[in-house]
């Protein structure tokens, strides 16, 4: 593929999309929201035939583990391959099956996966709420006063449910407000920087 | 018609505002030194530790998109990938990207082969090194088991992240592994604060891109960005003041 087609070319129509976006949102142009409802369903569409290079490059890592008999990898590359080829399979020819599999088997083991996540906040607010310094002791009085306002018992105890909405609404609100402006203004220079061509990783980076 | 909508004129005019110091910083401010990032210095510190322990550098985006809100925190990080590529490549370090976003797919494994060219080791890339799982729940499935499998050095877990964020990093720490994170999803730093040895919070994972490029253009548009900071902070100051002696004058002329 030329140099022009890898970087230039992909360059030129997100200038062109972005600016027409950025444009379009504050200047009323006849016809111009139907346009952009319309590029939003082309990244729709471009977004899902990508689908197809992920499930390319499980094929391929996966098959070659299993090829090359893997220690310890390849047994999981059958088990993803049979299951892929199981789900698409049944989800063109044997419609019930797909949704006897998907509901009895995918979404239960979705489901214990997910559990992680509530058994590592309680692992990692262990080790978070341990008093080291002045700045950690503050960080537990909030969070310990914000785990209380939200309890029950908060109604019953005068004062900590007011602690904790004046904590959440004050220096909270301050400090997350402060944060988004500053991440707002990133963005928008990641956009500049894109826009003149000088941010090229969504093109891969190649010059 | 008017010509902009109601509502958004002052919106306009300050998109116009930034827009113009930012291209100001790009092309004038070129000279300026970018204070030290000390998220981006352990990226070096911690590849260096795995070539010592001859374990693997992993490296995880997130769940962040090219096609939303999330696309410029999924930008900086495929030009962090680029560069933690750069760096392994130079030292001989293993690497492997765990990703869910299929259309980021050949960008990312496009930067790496660059990066891995780039320094005359291309031979040592391989197809490989990329890793893609469908969602979320995969993922951490994965990299749960390539963690323990690997006993990786170093993980890195920079983009937008959504809810398996505590789980990559607990279960990171866990195996010993050097953790650096960043993002600029507020939801999810409180579980890489918990978890994480280094932190790269939001406005740092953008300037941290534009640092590693070495490109001057780059550079120069974090000193503009400041230009466009300092506009900020001038106006909620007068808003403040003017809202103290009882006056809304700001706030509307913001809402015109």
């Known amino acids: 593929m030329s140099n022009f087609m890898r970087t230039q070319f992909p360059i030129a129509i997100f200038i062109i999309c972005q600016f027409y976006i950025f444009f379009e949102f504050f200047i009323p142009i006849p016809g111009g929201p139907a346009l952009t409802a319309l590029l939003g369903k082309w990244v729709v569409g471009v977004s899902n035939f990508a689908l197809l290079l992920g499930a390319l490059n499980l094929i391929r890592f996966h098959g070659k583990n299993i090829v090359q008999q893997t220690k310890n990898e390849w047994y999981h590359g059958a088990i993803i391959l049979a299951s892929m080829a199981a789900m ?27 559990c992680y996540v509530g058994f590592y906040f309680y692992s990692a607010m262990y080790k978070t709420f341990k008093v080291r310094n002045f700045e950690s002791f503050i960080t537990l009085f909030a969070c310990i006063t914000m785990l209380i306002a939200n309890a029950p018992i908060s109604g019953t105890v005068w004062g900590l449910a007011d602690i904790g909405v004046w904590i959440a609404n004050v220096p909270g609100s301050g400090a997350w ?12 220079a990641v956009a500049i920087r894109a826009a003149m061509g000088l941010e090229r990783a969504y093109t891969g980076g190649s010059d | 018609m008017s010509l902009i909508y109601a509502g958004k004129i002052v919106g306009f005019i300050m998109s116009i505002g930034f827009f113009a110091s930012l291209i100001y910083g790009i092309k004038y401010l070129t000279n300026r030194k970018i204070r030290t990032i000390p998220g981006l210095d352990a990226i070096d510190e911690s590849i260096g530790r795995a070539v010592e322990m001859g374990r693997p550098v992993h490296f995880c985006p997130g769940g962040g998109t090219l096609t939303d809100y999330t696309a410029p925190q999924t930008i900086a990080a495929i030009a962090l990938i680029g560069y933690v590529a750069g760096q392994c490549a130079q ?25 891995y060219v780039k320094h005359g080791k291309v031979e040592e890339y391989s197809s490989d090194i990329v890793r893609f799982l469908p969602d979320q729940v995969s993922l951490f ?16 877990l920079i983009g937008a992240y959504f809810w398996e964020a505590i789980v990559l990093a607990e279960y990171g720490g866990s195996v010993g592994a050097l953790q650096i994170a960043g993002t600029a999803r507020q939801s999810q730093l409180p579980a890489f604060v918990a978890s994480c040895d280094y932190l790269i919070i939001g406005d740092e994972m953008y300037a941290s891109a534009a640092k590693v490029s070495d490109n001057k253009g780059q550079i120069g548009s974090i000193a503009g960005q400041d230009v466009c900071r300092a506009i900020v902070v001038a106006i909620m100051v007068i808003g403040f003041i003017a809202a103290l002696l009882g006056s809304g004058a700001i706030a509307n002329i913001l809402k015109i």
């Open chain 1, 177 to 188: 407000r402060g944060f988004l402006m500053s991440a707002a203004l990133g963005m928008f």
């Open chain 1, 88 to 114: 698409f399979l049944s989800g063109w020819f044997f419609k019930p099956v797909y949704t006897w599999l998907y509901a009895n088997i995918y979404t239960g083991l979705n489901t214990a996966l997910m």
């Open chain 2, 141 to 156: 499935a994965y990299d749960m088991d390539l963690f323990e499998r690997e006993q990786i050095a170093s993980n890195i």
């Open chain 2, 91 to 115: 030292r001989g370090a293993k690497y492997i990207v765990t990703i869910n976003v299929a259309h980021t797919l050949p960008a990312i494994e496009e930067i790496i082969r660059t990066n």
